[in-house]
């Protein structure tokens, strides 16, 4: 069973920066795809970034309106996803969650909350104007 922790989250003043971090522990493959969704109240969930893995290949991806401000990057050695926050907006304010499926997911699905099966327990960023 793999378990998703996340933290980082916390107020920030528009503009500011904030990184958060996913640690997954468990029986985490070499084909993954590990995910950042957000959820803001009243809304649906919503993709953020992702990285999928298989083999010796690997990518990143954006939701198409946060290229630019947030990065997704990973540390293999210690089965962490983070993801790095700049520029930050108050539509920005949402809980966000990590989410890892044991395979990788093609495109298409990738940005899908629904094709993950493991999720984290999210944790809040609010941005202050």
């Known amino acids: 069973q793999v378990q998703l922790v996340e933290s980082g989250g916390g107020l920030v003043q528009v503009g500011g920066s904030l990184r958060l971090s996913c640690a997954a522990s468990?029986?985490?493959?070499?084909?993954?795809?590990m995910a950042w969704f957000r959820q803001a109240p009243g809304k649906e969930r919503e993709f953020v970034a992702a990285?999928?893995?298989?083999?010796?290949?690997?990518?990143?991806h954006y939701a198409d309106s946060l290229k630019g401000r947030f990065t997704i990057s990973r540390d293999n050695a210690k089965n962490a996803v983070y993801l790095q926050m700049n520029s930050l907006k108050p539509e920005d304010t949402a809980v966000y969650y990590c989410?890892?499926?044991?395979?990788?997911?093609?495109?298409?699905?990738?940005?899908?909350?629904?094709?993950?099966?493991?999720w984290g327990q999210g944790t809040q960023v609010t941005v202050s104007s």
């Open positions: 989410a890892y499926d044991p395979a990788y997911l093609t495109e298409g699905t990738y940005d899908r909350p629904d094709k993950y099966d493991y």
């Open positions: 468990g029986p985490i493959y070499s084909t993954i795809t």
């Open positions: 990285f999928r893995r298989s083999a010796d290949i690997a990518y990143n």
